[in-house]
């Protein structure tokens, strides 16, 4: 059974920290995505990487694709009160026709 | 470009009853996903379709839900005969093509009395 595993759970910090979220797994995954989920919404997609060793900023978000391609890591920079959220790791399940989701890191930026 | 529609946000049903939950996808898009999600948990994968078609339905329980995707008109979930346990946010998410790019609707959250 192919799952990801989303650390932390829970993440308080203050504004202007730094911190990393990571997405683990024991399967290799052609691409992950990361989303983000606020309260009484759905997830948007925030980014798909697709190779191993692979690194794309978005902003203050830095994600990377472990080399295995089969893990992942979001580092935000200078969070922000706006950043508050649930982030949300996703891959391609077997068969290629559905998505796995990892339980999510709620993040919370307090200013 | 309109998003990915759901309707209703909001359904209470009392146990027994059916729910119907509809999915309108973004213009151009023929691909549609449905997911459910309890509180403080992640998405989990019920079905995917194709217009007209059922591709894969491996994470829908094999009683009491059904899902279609008709020529015209929206995606439909249906639970028959719900129990409390039926209570989450079910979303749907569409997609041109690939698994990789889905756009998700804001969800329709049921509670069961």
């Known amino acids: 059974t192919q799952l990801l595993e989303q650390s932390p759970q829970f993440l308080s910090i203050q504004e202007g920290e730094n911190l990393t979220v990571y997405c683990n797994s024991s399967s290799v995954f052609s691409s992950l995505q990361w989303y983000r989920q606020e309260p009484g919404e759905g997830p948007v997609l925030l980014v798909t990487?697709?190779?191993?060793?692979e690194v794309k900023k978005l902003k203050r978000l830095t994600f990377q694709f472990g080399d295995a391609r089969k893990d992942s890591s979001l580092h935000i920079t200078a969070a922000q009160p706006g950043d508050t959220g649930l982030y949300l790791c996703a891959g391609d399940g077997t068969g290629g026709f559905k998505t796995i989701f990892g339980a999510g890191t709620r993040l919370f930026v307090k200013a | 470009n309109a998003g990915v529609m759901q309707n209703p946000r909001h359904l209470v049903r009392r146990r027994g009853q059916e729910a119907r939950l509809r999915c309108s996808p973004m213009?151009?898009?023929?691909?549609v996903y449905w997911y459910r999600q309890l509180p403080e948990e992640g998405l989990k994968f019920m079905v995917y379709?194709?217009?007209?078609?059922?591709?894969?339905e491996s994470g829908m329980p094999k009683e009491r839900f059904s899902a279609e995707f008709p020529k015209e008109g929206p995606s439909i979930l249906r639970i028959q005969q719900v129990v409390r346990g039926d209570s989450a946010a079910y979303f749907c998410?569409?997609?041109?093509?690939?698994?990789?790019?889905?756009?998700f609707g804001p969800g329709t959250r049921l509670l069961v009395l």
């Open positions: 998410a569409s997609s041109p093509g690939g698994i990789e790019t889905q756009y």
């Open positions: 379709l194709q217009k007209e078609n059922i591709i894969d």
């Open positions: 213009k151009g898009h023929s691909h």
């Open positions: 990487v697709v190779t191993g060793g």
